[in-house]
């Protein structure tokens, strides 16, 4: 994993409405595959990293650990890159609607988006 610039995503990001949605449909574990929605057929990967995970091992080395809370307590989002898609790293074990909600609007801050333009859809299901 490395970290990402908001400025390597796409334009798009920051011109219009977009929507984060959920691949998954578990509620649990750290990670939670996603993807952006924009106008047309846009469409770009996001995905959700809950970095304080340490067990059965850590799912970040502590410097991402350390620089995801940082950025969180600035009103920001670390974004890295993690196996070619990028991913928003939230402190935290795992996802409520609440911890996604702020997660995507730091994105949209990132991007230079007004976050009212970013609505968030979640899949139901899992256990």
């Given amino acids: 994993m490395t970290p990402l610039d908001a400025f390597d995503l796409p334009d798009w990001l920051g011109e219009g ?3 984060w ?28 990293l ?3 995970l340490a067990y059965p091992a850590p799912v970040v080395d502590d410097s991402i650990r ?6 969180w307590m600035h009103g920001q989002v670390l974004l890295l890159d993690r196996d070619g898609r ?14 996604v909600l702020d997660a995507v609007t ?12 970013y609505s968030v859809r979640l899949r139901l299901g899992g256990s």
């Fill in 21 to 48: 949605t959920s691949d998954d449909v578990t509620r649990s574990g750290s990670s939670v595959a996603g993807f952006l929605v924009g106008a047309g057929d846009d469409q770009h990967p996001c995905d959700l």
């Fill in 66 to 71: 350390t620089a995801a809370h940082q950025a």
């Fill in 86 to 99: 990028p991913t928003l790293a939230v402190p935290g074990t795992s996802f409520t609607a609440d911890t």
């Fill in 106 to 117: 730091r994105l949209a801050k990132a991007v230079g988006a007004a976050p009212s333009a």
């Fill in 17 to 19: 409405e977009v929507t």
């Fill in 50 to 52: 809950a970095v304080d």
